[in-house]
């Protein structure tokens, strides 16, 4: 019985410890697409892609407004394919995607 509560008692910390980790581990964490689409090019900047986090390569894409890179997801760029892996995503999704990708530290 000692052994079960020690279980539930330390099961309980973890619980807790996790809980209270949780806004720092998910501030700036990347969109759940990210992994397996976009960031299979943009991580480290595959043919000419603006990277993760590199601002200065962002900020003439950014120029172009929200709406303008969204469509360039949606119908593809040159080496981009269209929908960016993502074909599941929504513009919401693409635009989340594309502010972490630019703003990302
Ligand atoms: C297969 C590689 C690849 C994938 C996957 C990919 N991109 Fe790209 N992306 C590129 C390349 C290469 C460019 C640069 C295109 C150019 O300007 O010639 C680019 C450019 C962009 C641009 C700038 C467009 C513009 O009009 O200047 C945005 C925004 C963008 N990608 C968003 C995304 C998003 C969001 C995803 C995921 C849903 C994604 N990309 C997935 C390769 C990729």
């Known amino acids: 019985m000692r052994t079960v509560a020690f279980i539930r008692n330390t099961a309980r910390v ?4 996790a809980l209270a980790a949780a806004p720092a581990v998910f ?25 993760t986090g590199n601002a200065e390569a962002w900020a003439p894409r950014m120029e172009k407004g929200m709406e303008a890179l969204v469509a360039s997801v949606r119908n593809g760029l040159n080496a981009m394919p269209p929908g960016g892996l993502c074909n599941s995503c929504s513009d919401e999704d693409y635009a989340a995607l594309i502010t972490y990708m630019a703003t990302a530290q």
Do not use: F, K
Not at 14 to 17: F, R
Not at 27 to 51: I, L, T
């Open 14 to 17: 973890v619980a807790l410890a």
């Open 27 to 51: 501030a700036g964490d990347p969109p759940p697409q990210y992994a397996a689409s976009c960031g299979a090019c943009h991580a480290v900047g595959v043919a000419g892609a603006p990277a």
